[in-house]
Structure formats: structure tokens, C-alpha cells
T-cell receptor, first 116, second 112 residues
Framework: DTGVSQNPRHKITKRGQNVTFRCDPISEHNRLYWYRQTLGQGPEFLTYFQNEAQLEKSRLLSDRFSAERPKGSFSTLEIQRTEQGDSAMYLC??????????????FGEGSRLTVL | AQSVTQLGSHVSVSEGALVLLRCNYSSSVPPYLFWYVQYPNQGLQLLLKYTSAATLVKGINGFEAEFKKSETSFHLTKPSAHMSDAAEYFCAVSKGGNKLVFGAGTILRVKS
């Protein structure tokens, strides 16, 4: 399967702990996005990378959140000192840039975080 | 700034009835528009997209949507609902091929 892969699929943690999620995009895609989705809401943009460069960060991404894409391939999203309000589904997506780019994103199945 | 409004957080139809899910967008430039579907515990799957070609766009699973600039709308329709169409549907807008901005979603329930 060459789709977007996310790990772990589920994470339960205690408040104050750190968690890290990993995303492996479709191999030829140079853009990688992170979104957060809470119950009853659509996905909310967090940040995106073009290759290894982080080009945009949402105000939703507080200083407890950090995302990296060190070699322009996989990406990690770390949340430090988790709070109950961080409980959500974290979605990763990838896409290609270029003349034919329409903004279509290809999504992984998400990583669900529960903070107790 | 771009935004998307989906009218109706829940829509219920009978099997075989018409499905109509409403989406209105706000964009300062001609947008790209998308409908995605999400089944429980799964990621988002693209149903269809409008990219400034034909205004009536056909997608997968018998869905289609019509771009109406005068109404700033991109409503999703399907002539005859199936039980398997029960899911959450998201409308999204993109400007110039950058990040997508999603609506809040509409949960479609199909009654037998």
C-alpha cells in the first residue's frame, strides 16, 4: 500500500506527558500537512511542509506543539505537556506541487489522542 | 480569507431518496472546491473536486456537485441514497493549490 501512513493509530496518555506521532506520506509527494479534528468539527489546519521546510503554522499550534520533517520524507508531530484539550484526531495529508496542483490532499487514517 | 459553510450538521434521508448536502464558500479569488467523505475511524477520502473546468463535477459512488459562482455554492447531490452512503461529508476550499480549509461537516444518515 502506498498511501499515507500514520502511527500510532491510537494513543492514550496522562495529562502532562509528551506524545509523538509519525506520518509517512506518499513517497513522491513533496508537501505534507498536519490537521487536527475534534468531535463535531471539520479538520483544522495546523502546519505544512514543502520538502523539509515548514512553510506555515497555524495559531492553533501553541509552543507545546512542534513538527519536523528532517529529510523531507516522514514527519513527526510532538505535543509536550499534554492537556485534556489536546484530545483529538491528528490527521496527516500529503500532496504534490506543480502546474497541475489543485490543492487535493491525500489523507492518512489519523492518530487519535486521548489525554486523561 | 477563505471559508466554507455547510448548512445542516445532520441530514437524514430514506434509502433511494435524493441526497442534497449544502456548501457555501467565501473566497476572494476563484477557488478550488472539494468534497471529502469520512467513514467512522477512517481518514478522509476525496469524492470530487472543482478546478475551474466544467461547473458540474461528477465524482465517485454516483455523487456530483455543481459550482454556482453567482450563489457561491457547491452543493453535493446523489439521485438515490444507499445505506453505504452513511458517513460524514466535508466541503473544503483551496486558493491557488495551497492548504485546504474545511467546513464543519454534515453527517448523512440513510434510513431503510
Amino acid at each position: 500500500d502506498t498511501g499515507v501512513s500514520q502511527n500510532p493509530r491510537h494513543k492514550i496518555t496522562k495529562r502532562g506527558q509528551n506524545v509523538t506521532f509519525r506520518c509517512d506520506p506518499i513517497s513522491e509527494h513533496n508537501r505534507l500537512y498536519w490537521y487536527r479534528q475534534t468531535l463535531g468539527q471539520g479538520p483544522e489546519f495546523l502546519t505544512y511542509f514543502q520538502n523539509e521546510a515548514q512553510l506555515e503554522k497555524s495559531r492553533l499550534l501553541s509552543d507545546r506543539f512542534s513538527a519536523e520533517r528532517p529529510k523531507g520524507s516522514f514527519s513527526t508531530l510532538e505535543i509536550q505537556r499534554t492537556e485534556q484539550g489536546d484530545s483529538a484526531m491528528y490527521l496527516c495529508a500529503s500532496s504534490l506541487t506543480g502546474a497541475s496542483n489543485t490543492g487535493e490532499l491525500f489523507f492518512g487514517e489519523g492518530s487519535r489522542l486521548t489525554v486523561l | 480569507a477563505q471559508s466554507v459553510t455547510q448548512l445542516g450538521s445532520h441530514v437524514s434521508v430514506s434509502e433511494g431518496a435524493l441526497v442534497l448536502l449544502r456548501c457555501n464558500y467565501s473566497s476572494s479569488v476563484p477557488p478550488y472546491l472539494f468534497w471529502y467523505v469520512q467513514y467512522p475511524n477512517q481518514g478522509l477520502q476525496l469524492l470530487l473536486k472543482y478546478t475551474s473546468a466544467a461547473t458540474l463535477v461528477k465524482g465517485i459512488n454516483g455523487f456530483e456537485a455543481e459550482f454556482k459562482k453567482s450563489e457561491t455554492s457547491f452543493h453535493l447531490t446523489k439521485p438515490s441514497a444507499h445505506m453505504s452512503d452513511a458517513a460524514e461529508y466535508f466541503c473544503a476550499v483551496s486558493k491557488g493549490g495551497n492548504k485546504l480549509v474545511f467546513g464543519a461537516g454534515t453527517i448523512l444518515r440513510v434510513k431503510s
